[in-house]
C-alpha cells in the first residue's frame, strides 16, 4: 500500500505541473494580447498628438477605438490640456495579480512633444477569456485528479481484498485446509500469486501426504518387527498393561527364546539367522492361532511373547507341550543342537506388568537349563525366582568343575600372502546328559554370579591340553575373553604365568576382547595387552567400530590385531559411508603395524570391495564355515 501512495503523490504531482504549466501558457498569450494593444494605444496617441488637441480631447478620440481603463495626459506648457481618467491603482483579483506577475497589464507611459501621457488598456475582456481558460483547465485537471483518486482508491480497496485473502489463505496451510482456491478473487494482477498459491497448495498437498504415509510406514514399522512380521517390544508393553487394567481378566503370557541365534549367525552369516528367527516366529503364530485374541510379539533380539487371553491353567501343560513338539521338529529341520526354550506364566488383572515380565523370564531361564527345545511352567511361590536362580548357577558351577566344552572353529582367511591369518575357537556347553547349552546364556549367567573369570580359565586350560595332546595340529587360534577376566590382576597373573611356562603354544595363541569391554577401562585394558605381549601371546580386538573410542585407542593399546564389527561388513559394497569408515581404520592401522580383519561376510560382493578397501584378512560364512575341532573328545562333539 505504501508503494500505491507514493504512486498517487507523484501522479498528482504531475498533473499540477501539467496545470502550473498550462496556466504560464494561458497567461503568456494574454501577455501577448495586451501588448498588441499597447503597441495600438501608442500608435494612436502618437498620431494624434500633432494635433492641437486638449487631453480630454484626445481621449474622447481614443476612447472610440479602444478601452481605457486608466488614461492620464501632463502638459509641458498649458496645464490647461490635463486630463485623468480612471485609477492608477488596480482592481486585484487572481487574474489581474496574475497578469501582473507577468508584467502583462502594466501602466504605460509615453513621452510627447507636447507633453506626456499615461494610460493602461482595458483589459477585462482578454482577462475574462483568461480567467475561463484557468478555470476551466484546473476543472479538468482536478476532475481528472478525482477520476484518478477514484480509480486509485477502488484498485487498491480491491488489490487490499485479495492480498488480504491470500494471506488468509496462507495462514490457513499450516492447519492443513487445503481448500481450492478461488482464482476469481485474485484477479487481474494478482493472477500470477493465484497460480502461485494452487501450485503451492498442490505441492505442499502432495508433500503432507507422502509425509502422513511414511509417518503412517514409522508407525506401523514401529509396531512391526521387519524380519519376523510381528509385533515389536512397544506393542506388547502397550498390550501387556492393558490386558491387567481390565477388570476380571485373566491369560497366559508365554515367552519364547531363540537360544541358538548367536550360533547361527556365526556359522550362516546374518541371513541365516533372519531366517532362523522367522521360522522360530512361525511357530510361536501356528501353534497360538487356534486361541482367539492371541497376539504374538518379538520383544529382543532372540525373545518373542504371546498373550493369549482366557487361556486356563489346564490347557497350559498342552500348549507348552505343543510348543517342544513343534521346536523338536524345527531343530532336525534346521539341523541344530536346539531351537527355543518356552516359558510360561499365567496373569491376572491388577498384576504388575514389569513383576510378570520378569515371571516369564525367570521361566525361560529355567527352561534353558532343562534340555533343548523344553518349557518351564512359572510355579507361584515365593522361592521360585530363587530356585531357577540357584539353578543356573549351579548349572554353570557344574560346566566349569566338570568341563562340559566343545569346540568349533571359524577360519580367518588372509587377503595377501605376507598376511597369516588364524582360526577363532567357538566354545559350546552341555549339560550334564550331554545335551547342549545355550552359549549366550551360559556366558551371561557366568557374569551375573560372577563365574566368568573360572569360565574363561576352564576354556582357556581346556584348549591347551588339547592342543598338547594334538603336536600335529601347528594352527594359531584365537580364544575370547571377557572384558572381566581382560581387567581382573589375579587372572592376568594368572595367564601370563600359564603362557610364560608353555612359550610355544603361547606364540600360537591370540586373545580376543571385545572393544566395548576394553573401553570400560582403558588403563587395565593397556596392561593386559602389555602384559601378554611379554609373555608371547598376542591380542586381537573384535567387534571394533561399535564403540565411542577415537584412534588415539590404537596408540594407547597397541593390538596386533583388529576385528571389525559384522555391521560394516553387510552390503559395503553398496554403502559408502562404511568403505570410507573401514578405509579410515586400515589406514591408520597399518602405520601402527596393526592388522585389520573383517568379519560376517556372506556375499562375493562383500568379500571383493572389502580387498579393494585393503583388509588383511576376511573371516564369514562366505569365506570359511566353523567346524569341529580337537576330535578327541568326539562323544562331546557329536553331541
Known sequence: MGFSKTFLSMLILVLCCVG??????????????????????????????????????????????????????????????????????????????????????????????????????????????????????????????????????????????????????????????????????????????????????????????????????????????????????????????????????????????????????????????????????????????????????????ADFAAIIPNCSKEDVEKLCKRFKASYDDLQVTLSLPTTAYTGAVSYSSGMNALELMSMGDTAVNLAQTLGPNHYSIYAFDQVSNVISDHQWQNVVRQVISSKRVVFLQQTIHPCRKEVKGYKELLARFVNESNEPLPTATVIAMAERYGLAVQLDKMIIVEVLKRLIKDPSNTHTYGINVSATSSHNKDFLAWLKDLCSRNKALASRLIFEVSEAGMQTNLNASQVFVSELHKAGARVCVERFGLGFSSFKFFREIRPDFIKLAGEYSHSIDTNSDNAFFVRMVVDIARRMSIRVFATSVERQQEKLQLEKLLVDGQQGYYIAKPEPIFTANKELQNS
Open 20 to 301: 502550473a504549466i498550462q496556466t504560464h501558457m494561458f497567461v503568456l498569450v494574454s501577455k501577448e494580447r495586451i501588448q498588441l494593444l499597447n503597441n495600438e494605444v501608442a500608435a494612436e496617441i502618437t498620431r494624434m498628438d500633432d494635433s492641437q488637441q486638449t487631453g480630454a480631447a484626445l481621449y474622447l478620440e481614443l476612447s472610440d477605438r479602444h478601452n481605457l481603463s486608466f488614461y492620464q495626459y501632463s502638459a509641458r506648457e498649458d496645464f490647461s490640456r490635463n486630463f485623468t481618467y480612471g485609477d492608477i491603482e488596480q482592481q486585484h483579483d487572481v487574474v489581474n495579480n496574475l497578469l501582473n506577475y507577468y508584467g502583462a497589464n502594466q501602466t504605460q507611459r509615453l513621452f510627447l512633444a507636447r507633453g506626456t501621457v499615461n494610460y493602461r488598456v482595458d483589459a477585462s475582456s482578454i482577462s475574462l477569456i483568461l480567467e475561463k481558460q484557468l478555470l476551466i483547465s484546473w476543472i479538468i485537471i482536478l476532475s481528472a485528479l478525482l477520476l484518478i483518486g477514484f480509480s486509485f482508491v477502488s484498485a487498491f480497496t480491491k488489490m487490499r481484498q485479495q492480498i488480504r485473502y491470500a494471506s488468509n489463505y496462507i495462514e490457513r496451510m499450516p492447519l492443513l485446509e487445503f481448500e481450492s482456491v478461488q482464482v476469481n478473487r485474485l484477479s487481474n494482477e494478482c493472477k500470477p500469486l493465484a497460480k502461485a498459491l494452487q501450485e503451492c497448495r498442490s505441492e505442499l498437498k502432495i508433500k503432507i501426504d507422502d509425509y502422513n504415509q511414511k509417518q503412517e510406514q514409522l508407525a506401523r514399522s514401529s509396531n512391526v518387527d521387519a524380519v519376523t512380521g510381528l509385533a515389536t517390544r512397544l506393542r506388547f508393553v502397550e498390550q501387556i498393561e492393558a490386558k491387567l487394567n481390565e477388570v476380571n481378566q485373566s491369560g497366559l503370557l508365554v515367552n519364547i527364546r531363540a537360544s541358538e541365534l548367536g550360533l547361527v549367525n556365526q556359522t550362516q552369516g546374518m541371513r541365516g539367522g533372519d531366517n532362523y528367527l522367522s521360522a522360530v516366529a512361525k511357530v510361536l503364530s501356528q501353534v497360538i492361532k487356534s486361541y482367539p485374541r492371541a497376539e504374538a510379539f518379538r520383544i529382543g533380539n
